[in-house]
């Protein structure tokens, strides 16, 4: 049985405001009326189906968070990759480049890139070529991008 819920204008009416103030504070200003307007979309079309109507100000709150949480997740889709190995083409002078690139790392880690993105192996491939599991080739290949990454932004 579905509770006697209020007017759904006059929740946003109590606590647009405040809501507002939270997308703001998840998102920033630029993006806060954005994520608003889908959280109360997405509230709007879940609230015939509620079957209480207690705190619907914590509901109305949460709603905004997942918001704002996929608003920073579709942001973060968007962002180009700085992926070292996306530049490299078969020129040879530019496999050099890329053997430069990879040197201060590890053996295994430098097979796993050189398998992963020279030969252009799958996972399954590369776990054969080195002996280990696919999930473990796909974490090498990922602790190696990781280390240089950061060796790159230093």
Known sequence: ?????PPFSGLVDAHGDELLAHARRLTGAQHAED???DALLRALRAYPRLRHDGNLRAWLFRITTNAAMDHHRAARRELPSPDPAEHLAADPEQLDGFEDLIAPLTEPARAALRLRFVDDLEYEVIAGRLDISPEAARQRVSSALRTLRQRIAA
Not at 1 to 5: D, E, I, N, Y
């Open 1 to 5: 049985m579905a509770a006697a819920l």
């Open 35 to 37: 994520v608003l307007h």
